[in-house]
């Protein structure tokens, strides 16, 4: 193989030199950035396209940590390496965030970059200590969790952090989780109710926003579900944890759930979404009497098992699992679907089903499908059976 004599005499040199063999970065302004610059700290490789929903997601995150991080004075950087296939889109993206980017013409840097942490997926952060050394392969998932209190990235402060979380899970309690911003009371319509009023309730804490489709679809849903098992005087609250980025927002989502709401203001909701890792929204966390966490997948089983999943326990759910089971052999072993051209066979979770998106009701589904295997095409039981125009195929 051919030796590149570029990489070699930065290599000579050590540090962040020897990974980032150019000649310097570039600013989001698209000024010059010199090496010197980041020598000496930490230094986090963000690749990201801005194509892609997870970076653009992603970005905002990072980028709150890295300010956070550089008011603190940690020796902390993040250098882009760009996805992108276009310089317009590269520049446009690279314009959203505070730090520098390999320069977008330098494709033999990028791709050495890649090939050399075998970058395979994004968002990904690779952590380099000031000698080039690898901290952590990818961060972004720490990040994601802990923020700026991820730093510097290291084994041992990861364990410190996930032996933190170990004890706040322990001790977990309704009234904690709440007491972020101090006020220990949600909005209830026209009045404040306090959180003590919820303790001994199964409780739902409902992740949304007001301008997302996924989450217009699914609150209808959740609605009916909540009247349902409150006409029933089952133990059940929902508090919904504003994700809106405007009041504006927050308000009109308010008009539309019949249940309690977080008050609008970002640092409580942020703080809940981190400490139950929410990477997505819609997303539904089920809380229990006892004040622990029942379970994280509350919109999942909703879809699957509607009202029938209160209380959401385990103990439930495996009775509504065998429940299923038992009703799958009723079901025919294919049929053909207005929606696909292919015949599509039942599958359970032990014969190649999982987790997936219902392409009938564009939500999610777990286990018992009806599935074409050549095409990946997967949709409920039930909405197989309920679909006009479907027929039974082979029994």
Same mark, same amino acid.
């Given at each position: 193989?051919?030796?590149?004599?570029?990489?070699?005499?930065?290599?000579?040199?050590?540090?962040?030199?020897?990974? !980032?063999?150019?000649?310097?970065?570039?600013?989001?302004?698209?000024?010059?950035?010199?090496?010197?610059?980041?020598?000496?700290?930490?230094?986090?490789?963000?690749?990201?396209? $801005?194509?892609?929903?997870?970076? /653009?997601?992603?970005?905002?995150?990072?980028?709150?940590? &890295?300010?956070?991080?550089?008011?603190?004075?940690?020796?902390?950087?993040?250098? *882009?390496?760009?996805?992108? /296939?276009?310089?317009?889109?590269?520049?446009?993206?690279?314009?959203?965030?505070?730090?520098?980017?390999?320069?977008?013409?330098?494709?033999?840097?990028?791709? %050495?970059? =890649?090939? %050399?942490?075998?970058?395979?997926?994004?968002?990904?952060?690779?952590?380099?200590?000031?000698?080039?050394?690898?901290?952590? +392969?990818?961060?972004?998932? *720490?990040?994601?969790? &802990?923020?700026?209190?991820?730093?510097?990235?290291?084994?041992?402060?990861?364990?410190?952090?996930?032996?933190?979380?170990?004890?706040?899970?322990?001790?977990?309690?309704?009234?904690?989780?709440?007491?972020?911003?101090?006020?220990?009371?949600?909005?209830?319509?026209?009045?404040?109710? +306090?959180?003590?009023?919820?303790?001994?309730?199964?409780?739902?804490? #409902?992740? =949304?926003?007001?301008?997302?489709?996924?989450?217009?679809?699914?609150?209808?849903?959740?609605?009916?579900?909540? $009247?349902?098992?409150?006409?029933?005087?089952?133990?059940?609250?929902?508090? @919904?944890?504003?994700?809106?980025?405007?009041?504006?927002?927050?308000?009109?989502?308010?008009?539309?759930?019949?249940?309690?709401? *977080?008050?609008?203001?970002?640092?409580?909701?942020?703080?809940?979404?981190?400490?139950?890792?929410?990477?997505?929204? +819609?997303? !539904?966390?089920?809380?229990?009497?006892?004040?622990?966490?029942?379970?994280?997948?509350?919109? $999942?089983?909703?879809?699957?098992?509607?009202?029938?999943?209160?209380?959401?326990?385990?103990?439930?759910?495996?009775? *509504?699992?065998?429940?299923?089971?038992?009703?799958?052999?009723?079901?025919?072993?294919?049929?053909?679907?207005?929606?696909?051209?292919?015949?599509? =066979?039942?599958? =359970? /979770?032990?014969?190649?089903?999982? +987790? &997936?998106?219902?392409?009938?009701?564009?939500?999610?589904?777990?286990?018992?499908? @009806?599935?074409?295997?050549?095409?990946? #095409?997967?949709?409920?039981?039930?909405?197989?059976?309920?679909?006009?125009?479907?027929?039974?195929?082979?029994?």
């Amino acid at each position: 193989m051919a030796r590149d004599p570029e990489v070699e005499e930065a290599a000579e040199g050590g540090g962040i030199r020897a990974v !980032l063999t150019m000649g310097s970065l570039v600013s989001p302004s698209g000024n010059e950035v010199h090496l010197g610059e980041i020598e000496g700290k930490i230094v986090g490789l963000y690749f990201a396209a $801005n194509w892609y929903p997870k970076c /653009e997601a992603f970005t905002p995150v990072l980028a709150a940590a &890295y300010q956070q991080l550089k008011e603190r004075g940690a020796g902390f950087e993040v250098v *882009l390496v760009s996805c992108d /296939e276009d310089r317009p889109s590269f520049e446009r993206f690279h314009r959203s965030m505070p730090w520098p980017a390999v320069p977008f013409g330098d494709l033999r840097c990028k791709k %050495r970059l =890649s090939e %050399r942490f075998q970058v395979e997926g994004i968002p990904r952060l690779v952590v380099l200590a000031p000698d080039g050394e690898v901290i952590h +392969p990818d961060a972004a998932d *720490l990040v994601h969790r &802990y923020g700026e209190r991820a730093f510097p990235f290291s084994p041992a402060r990861v364990a410190d952090l996930e032996a933190d979380d170990q004890r706040k899970y322990a001790s977990q309690t309704l009234e904690k989780l709440f007491s972020i911003d101090g006020r220990g009371v949600v909005n209830g319509g026209n009045e404040q109710v +306090p959180i003590s009023s919820l303790v001994g309730k199964t409780v739902g804490l #409902y992740f =949304s926003a007001h301008r997302c489709a996924p989450c217009i679809k699914f609150t209808a849903k959740l609605a009916s579900i909540y $009247n349902n098992l409150k006409g029933k005087a089952e133990d059940f609250e929902i508090v @919904y944890i504003p994700m809106d980025k405007e009041e504006d927002g927050y308000l009109r989502s308010c008009r539309d759930m019949p249940w309690l709401a *977080l008050p609008y203001g970002g640092a409580p909701s942020r703080e809940l979404a981190r400490y139950f890792d929410v990477r997505e929204i +819609p997303t !539904l966390v089920v809380v229990g009497p006892d004040g622990k966490t029942v379970t994280r997948e509350g919109r $999942n089983l909703v879809n699957l098992y509607f009202d029938m999943a209160f209380p959401f326990t385990e103990e439930q759910i495996r009775l *509504l699992q065998e429940m299923e089971d038992e009703e799958a052999k009723g079901y025919p072993q294919s049929l053909r679907h207005p929606g696909h051209r292919h015949e599509l =066979s039942i599958v =359970s /979770e032990k014969s190649g089903g999982g +987790p &997936y998106i219902c392409c009938e009701c564009d939500e999610q589904g777990l286990g018992w499908a @009806y599935q074409c295997i050549a095409c990946g #095409y997967e949709i409920h039981l039930k909405c197989g059976r309920n679909a006009q125009g479907g027929s039974a195929g082979t029994g």
